[in-house]
């Protein structure tokens, strides 16, 4: 058992443990437990339990964060040389479409997005704080390329509305497919992944560009 092994065990059962018991409801033997290791070996990867969770955040954040971070620079730099302002529908999509596409990219992806779902309405502040330390530069990069697309309109109404953006990106995310909770039958529980974020990014970029 190599210790790339040990490390990847404790970080998919930190993800998951974290995603259902919470942050703080989780204990560092319970995670060792699951993850079929020992505390010594938690001790030597990441040292305490704060290290762990932003290990946890930073193993799928750093990348979707790189990949949004590229495609609202390629939506910048294209505007640019068309001599044009940014569309503020490319910016979203730029935002939006690899977020979306999270939820199923890989193993445990959704049990880290519910985890992120649940930091940003539970009492613990310690995901939600390390989650926004970690996705801050994104939105300020997001929410200054939107003031370009959009000058018409005042950069804290624009704020507003990215924070409304958010929220719905928020809720797709962690409630898609339940429909039928809501007693209607929309003949789909488990919509089409790019028919959703299609749907999204329509809904919010109109939001978006509303007169004042």
Sequence with gaps: MTPFDTKT??????????????FA????RTITTMANANLAAANYHFGHKEDLLRAVLERRLLPLNQIRN??????????AAANRRPGAED????????????????????????????????????????????T?????????????????????????RLFFTMGAMGHCLCFAGI?????????CDHPNEDRLAQNLISFVTSGLEAPC
């Design 179 to 187: 429909t039928h909770l809501f007693g209607i039958d929309t003949g």
């Design 91 to 134: 910016l979203l999509r730029a935002f939006i479409e690899p977020t979306m596409a999270l939820r199923h990219s890989e193993s445990g992806s959704t049990e880290f997005v519910l985890m992120i779902g649940r930091s940003l309405t539970a009492a613990d502040p310690a995901v939600r704080d390390r989650f926004l330390e970690l």
């Design 70 to 79: 590229q495609r609202i620079d390629k939506v910048i730099a294209d505007a």
């Design 9 to 22: 065990r404790l970080l998919d059962a930190a993800e998951s443990l974290f995603s259902n018991h919470g």
């Design 136 to 160: 801050r530069p994104l939105i300020k990069k997001l929410h200054q390329a939107l003031c370009l697309a959009l000058p018409q309109l005042p950069a804290e109404l624009l704020f507003t």
């Design 25 to 28: 409801g989780t204990s560092m």
